[in-house]
């Protein structure tokens, strides 16, 4: 099966209105203020003139680009003066930066270095990638002409000029290469991505420090290998890359080959907010279930790659599993990277910040969301995602359309129009009525999550229907305006516990509602350290979330918006005898159990809200007791 876009979708309240609200107002003005603070603008400005000083990283250039796709794609949302001002200004400046054969990276211009002679680290094919995706955003947002001009420009000297086994440290020119092919029609640009897609993995980029050749992902050809490996961003860029090379040469064998990697990714190697990377040195992924919660590294920018990744592969194949993904990554992975006013970021997304946790990094959790990053990748992503978030909801094929991730709003594909209404993530119910529909059969699909346990459906052929999660409900017939469709995923408070090999979770479970991942913060307990609370009986039974039990408990949580809704629970907290001068280890025949204290009641709330309030401890995993 083979989906398309359905670009006419459009979001217009709830949960990511409120979040794309933030992003525009707020987020993208800040990022404009703060990458121009960091030289990068200064950069384009010099390499116009034709020379100067380089400022800040050799990737500058691509906080830039990333900027302006988010200004395309909120352009295209609503048109606003402040708005078309600043992506006038930023795409005047790249095109008067732009060598005379189309070259454009700011570090080589100024710096003279040689081109394309430190491929392993130079960023340059990196850097015209995200200038290639800010201008397909342009074109199909605003339809400005002018960015895709510099782009293709660029694209046509690489085709030219570019060494023929060339490959860039930092893959990410893939997906931008076949975007643009998908734009323009010029098959060289898909080649071009196809050629660096088949050349990595033979040990040809150079070595570096003490990292190997799978850190850029040059150790295994991808059709080779069977799982993900390296820098957690750059796999997730590389594999969206390939998704889009395999769809559009109808390559069976590669598109199989990253579903192989995809599929262990998810079981060994993904955290439970579909986070990856559990390694700070290198930003790598681990070995399988190198999950533990305290060291996880879970780089914004591997959240946003990954649900790239995950659409292409939803594109490809219809399977709902990427759309579970997309939905669990973005609410717990994406989202946490931002603060819930705009202006603060996370790098990095730890599980559990324990009380008295080093904050020396600036990336650590532990330091809490920071104002902005010397290596500023990851807010310039979330706020292209948000931007472009509208575009990844829903799908169309010759049969009909397809509904993904909901939110309120109305979908035009084609002759059928629909509207959703849905007070989703915090409640179950999803109305989708059809306003518009050709007079020919055609199929409407909707997404059942696979969480959605007891999920069930009013449709015109009958209500209360069950739907199986992890599948899509299906109804093809000739719809009239007018006629709806009711979802029911019955959202209440779950407990989820890790598999075996997972030894870091052991004894341990996680509360989820709905989509979101929740989390104890220590601003919710100021009795009791979160390090030695507990859940007492561990049945999901015992949580309350006053809403889908009927109970009054779940109010609004001090400081936290108040459509937040919280989970309630009992338990215990612990507390360990300080014997033998406090050493935390005893003989394993009489072990020392910890003297427990309570009953405590627990505040869970959603993971992505948690630094919000004063610094503290954190964590999703809790013991039983």
Known sequence: MTLRPAPGMRIEGGFWAARQRVNREVTIPLGGVRIRESGAFANLEQAARGGGRHHGKVFADSDVYKWLEALAWERGRAESAELAGAYEEASALVAAAQAPDGYLHTHTQLTGRPRYSDMASSHELYCAGHLMQAAVAGRRAIGDERLLGVATRFADHLVKDLPPDALDGHPQIETALAELYRET?????????????DGRG??????????GPGIRQDRVPLRAATTVEGHAVRAMYLAAGAADVAAETGDRA??????????????????????????????????????????????????VGSVQWAYRMLLATGESAYADLMERT????????????????????????????????????????QDWYGTACCPPNVMRLLSSLDHYLATRDDGGVQLHLYAPGTLR???????????????????????????TPWT???????????????????TGLPVRPGSYYRARRVWRPGDRIVLDFAIRPRLTAAVPRLDVARGQVAVERGPLVYCLEQADHPGAGVDDLCLEGGLSDGLSDGLSDGLSDGGPIAGLPAEVVPVHARGRAHVHRKEDGGYPYRTAAAPLEPEHVGPVDLTFV???AWANRTPGAMTIWTPMH
């Open 185 to 197: 029609g010029v098959r060289a640009y898909l080649d071009l991505a196809a050629r660096m897609i």
């Open 202 to 211: 033979h040990e040809t980029l150079p070595l570096k420090g003490h990292h």
């Open 254 to 303: 590669l598109l199989a080959a990253l579903a192989t990697q995809w599929r262990d990714m998810v079981a060994t190697k993904t955290y439970l907010t579909g986070g990856l990377g559990s390694v700070w040195y290198g930003e790598q992924f681990g070995g399988p279930h190198e999950l533990t919660p305290e060291t996880a590294y879970c780089e914004t920018c591997a959240a």
């Open 330 to 369: 973005l609410y717990n992975a994406v989202l946490p990277g931002v603060s819930l006013s705009g202006d603060r970021f996370f790098y990095v997304n730890a599980l559990r910040v324990r009380a008295g946790a080093n904050p020396d990094d600036r990336r650590a959790a532990a330091r809490g969301r």
């Open 413 to 439: 594909a084609g002759d059928v129009v629909l509207r959703v209404e849905t007070g989703y993530p915090w409640d179950g119910r999803v109305e989708i009525t059809v306003a518009e529909a050709p007079a």
């Open 444 to 462: 409407l699909a909707a997404r059942i999550p696979s969480w959605a346990d007891g999920a069930s459906v009013d449709g015109l052929s009958g």
């Open 606 to 608: 959603p993971y992505y």
